[in-house]
């Protein structure tokens, strides 16, 4: 299904930009709100390449979506 108009969350841009940058595998669980969510791996990788720090020092907010000041810092730190 195509959503070009819908929102973006922020688990959904950590698989985006993780496949984007094809960053390493981690055995780090960073968050505990992103357990058994389908971007857990993905949010991880992120935090272990240092591209996130989370939404607070221990929750990601991953149904949240993604705000465009956000979007741009995670672009800046992946880049």
Do not use: W
């Amino acid at each position: 299904m195509r959503c070009p108009s819908a929102d973006v969350t922020r688990g959904q841009m950590a698989s985006f930009l993780v496949r984007m940058f094809d960053l390493p595998a981690t055995a780090t669980d960073y968050f505990s709100d992103d357990d058994g969510t389908t971007h857990e791996i993905e949010i991880n990788k992120l935090a272990a390449s240092g591209i996130t720090v989370g939404c607070t020092a221990n929750t990601f907010c991953p149904k949240a979506n993604v705000r465009r000041d956000e979007m741009a810092s995670f672009l800046a730190r992946a880049m």
